[in-house]
């Protein structure tokens, strides 16, 4: 392996086809805390502020914040924290090599250190992809969660926080406390009206502190909402060691991702922003109508075919997407039960955008896994179907396909796939949910009952639904008896067009 690794000493030597930063980065001050610096985020929000940086304006660099490990940390820092972007598509890859990031914090090692810098002055954005999980939320109302440990652990340990809610609360803390102004605070996970969570479980955290912080908080953060978009699949060794053939020089940070990316943002910042529209974000008033499609379509579809494929044996999506009777399901999906369930805004060509992510889908330059795309499902799941499921109920659409999911879904927290294998079920709630499906066994009326029943998933209203309790049961019928792949097959050949 070449001992070399990517860093400010080495930019000038690379490929020319190689694209690098066009700034002085020892110029470069931060103005963003990112929390929750994954592969994502330096795929998404990172190369959009990338794009924007240039020597008359240098002060929007980034300060990423790791909150759990230090794994980011470790592989950034021996570069300058410089990484690479490789874009893939099925025509070719393209390689750019990012400098927005100026450093990253372990929270867990450092948490004084972190408070600190939120509290500088300088700090006029704080960014967030935690993943669903890291709101502490009742993912069933959107509420937070007081009992959550971290919750518990922060209101007793305010010198040292493990949630991103207790350090964002925290700082503002010392910033009215030294007369400062707060800050802008921007959710970027998939989240409906991401920017109202956040800034509901931030009050109520607050709350549970000091009212007047709370009120002060009121009137000295914005929350806007976020739509974002990007296909950002796990690096693998052999992408860097790829990487590495085409570079001369090893960079253990590098990110994948596809070539589409979309950013749709709120207007509504406390202190500035950077240009952000220049590199493609699109800002509107209201970004709702854009997300529920991002959510009930992409997300939806992903996580259909993610559950439904990764009991049938296929690794990746464009494995799942190459079987025939899986990719009529994505385009069935999408064009019926998922469509119905959102308003697309003028001038948005709906039907343009199912082809493209059928496309999207299909990209097999692309290894997106289908484990990765099913972690954490009890915290996505609500956002991803239960809306479009709602909707149609209350319409008296179509539930078939959206049961075909849930029972897939159900199966797969169960633990065990099509073939027997065992499943390394990725969810906070995965214990509860496999003893839940234990309790019930393999009778496809109690599994529905029951996990219907499950309150922090579904909610309190589906249980009552006699329609999705018999759809969803017959489902179930199909994919236990026959597996997933062949009730898919038995779907298509028993659902009209």
């Known amino acids: 392996m070449n001992e070399k690794v990517l860093n400010n000493q080495v930019l000038t030597g690379l490929p020319a086809a190689v694209a690098t930063p066009r700034y002085d ?6 103005g963003i805390v990112h929390l929750g610096i994954g592969a994502f985020h330096r795929a998404h929000q990172a190369w959009y502020t990338e794009q924007v940086l240039s020597d008359a304006a ?7 914040a790791s909150l759990r490990s230090p794994g980011v940390r470790d592989q950034l820092a021996p570069q300058n924290y410089l990484y690479s972007l490789v874009v893939k598509g099925n025509e070719g890859e393209s390689v750019q090599v990012i400098g927005s990031v100026l450093d990253v914090f372990v929270a867990p090692e450092s948490p004084h250190a972190l408070l600190e810098t939120l509290a500088r002055e300088e700090i006029r954005i704080v960014s967030l992809t935690i993943t669903e999980k890291g709101y502490c939320h009742d993912p069933a109302s959107g509420t937070l969660n007081l009992q959550h440990p971290d919750i518990q ?18 700082a503002l803390r010392k910033r009215r406390a030294a007369g400062l102004p707060g800050f802008t605070l921007l959710s970027c996970d998939n989240l409906p009206s991401n ?5 509901r479980v931030v009050m109520a955290f607050a709350r549970q502190i000091d009212g007047e912080l709370a009120d002060w908080i009121a009137d000295n953060t914005r929350c806007p909402s976020t739509m974002i978009d990007r296909i950002v699949p796990a690096t693998t060794d052999a992408d860097r060691d790829a990487l590495e053939q085409r570079l001369g020089v090893r960079d253990n940070a590098a990110v994948m991702a596809e070539p589409f990316t979309q950013w749709v943002v709120e207007d509504n910042f406390l202190r500035g922003r950077p240009a952000w529209q220049e590199s493609g974000a699109t800002f509107v008033e209201d970004v709702e109508p854009f997300e529920l499609i991002k959510l009930r379509l992409l997300n939806g579809c992903h996580s259909l075919l993610a559950y439904s494929g990764y009991l049938a044996g296929f690794e990746t999506i464009a494995d799942v997407m190459g079987e ?19 308003e697309a805004p003028a001038g948005f060509d709906l039907a343009a955008y199912r082809q493209q992510l059928l496309q999207r889908f299909a990209n097999r330059a692309l290894r997106h896994r289908t484990w990765q795309i099913a972690m954490d499902g009890s915290q996505k799941i609500p956002q991803r179907w239960l809306g479009t499921l709602r909707h149609q109920l209350r319409s008296g659409g179509s539930i078939e396909l959206l049961s075909l999911a849930l029972a897939c879904w159900i199966r ?10 065992p499943i390394d079920v990725s969810d906070p709630l995965a214990a509860e949910l496999k003893a839940l499906a234990e309790r019930c066994g393999n009778d496809p009326t109690e599994l529905a009952r029951g996990l219907l029943n499950f309150t922090p998933v579904f909610g309190e209203d589906l249980r009552d639904s006699s329609q999705l309790q018999q759809v969803l049961t017959a489902q179930l019928a199909r994919v236990i008896e026959h597996g997933a792949l062949a009730a898919v097959r038995m779907q298509m050949e028993s659902c009209p067009a």
Do not use: C, M
Not at 195 to 199: A, D, M, N, P, V
Not at 331 to 337: P, Q, V
Not at 412 to 421: E, K, P, R
């Open 412 to 421: 797969y927290v169960s633990a065990v796939d099509d073939a027997g294998n």
């Open 195 to 199: 920017g109202q969570l956040l800034q």
């Open 58 to 64: 240098p002060d929007w660099g980034i300060i990423g």
């Open 153 to 170: 652990h922060d209101l007793a340990n305010p010198h040292a926080p493990k949630s991103a809610l207790g350090f964002i609360v925290y």
């Open 25 to 30: 980065r020892d110029a470069l001050t931060p």
């Open 324 to 342: 025939p009777a899986y990719a009529a399901l994505a385009e069935r999906f999408l064009a019926s039960e998922a469509s119905a369930a959102v």
